[in-house]
């Protein structure tokens, strides 16, 4: 791995001169850490929102290859908390520099798509099946998805525990 621009190296392992090289806008090793992740890929982003744009964070992959661990990370430790809890901070803490010059309202969902089948893991009756549909002025939504005012970060983290309890695949809390 060539972290500094970026690429990655795959060598066939029965002939070492057969090379290819994969080329991303950033990369991470063993190396890096959640901070590494967060103020390098995710703050400008989070900005972003911040000043009125939508974004998305999308982790995606092989079962076993850091999902959780980069999302969620573990709470209890700063330097393990993944992206999720990052910008949860860097929300509430944008929010609170900003003096009331601006009114701000944060919402949270929480949402399992598990077998092609999207669920609201905030509904105490979450095996309804929801259905994503397209807003010919909005984009796309899923119907019926419920969310949750939440004023402070620990109102946040604990829509998150009530969503995880309501998980299909085994969640373990990280406390
Ligand atoms: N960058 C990392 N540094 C240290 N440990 C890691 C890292 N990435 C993953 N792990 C560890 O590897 C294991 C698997 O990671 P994780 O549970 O995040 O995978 P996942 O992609 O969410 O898997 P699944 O799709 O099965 O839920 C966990 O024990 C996790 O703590």
């Given at each position: ?7 990655i ?13 994969f080329?991303f ?19 400008d982003?989070?900005d ?5 744009y939508n ?5 995606y992959?092989?079962?076993g290859?850091?999902?959780t661990?980069?999302?969620?990370g573990?709470?209890d430790?700063?330097q393990?908390r993944?992206v ?16 009331n ?10 949402l399992?798509?598990y077998?092609?089948e ?23 939504y ?15 983290q ?5 969503g995880?309890?309501?998980?299909s695949v ?6």
């Open positions: 791995m060539r972290t500094q621009v970026g690429q190296e795959l060598r066939n392992p029965k002939d070492h001169e057969d090379t290819k090289d080329t806008d950033a990369i991470y090793d063993e190396n890096s850490t959640q901070s590494d992740l967060y103020e390098e890929t995710f703050r982003l989070v972003s929102v911040l000043n009125g974004a998305t964070i999308f982790a992959g092989q079962t290859t850091g999902k661990h980069t999302m969620e573990k709470s430790d700063p393990q993944g999720i809890y990052k910008c949860i901070e860097h929300i509430f803490e944008h929010m609170a520099a900003s003096h010059q601006e009114e701000y309202l944060v919402r949270a969902s929480y399992e798509i077998q092609e999207i669920r609201d893991l905030l509904e105490a009756e979450s095996n309804k099946k929801l259905e994503i549909k397209e807003r010919p002025d909005g984009g796309v899923v119907k019926d998805l419920t969310s949750r005012l939440t004023r402070s970060i620990a109102e946040i604990d829509v998150m525990i009530r995880n309890a309501h998980r085994g969640w373990v809390s990280p406390n």
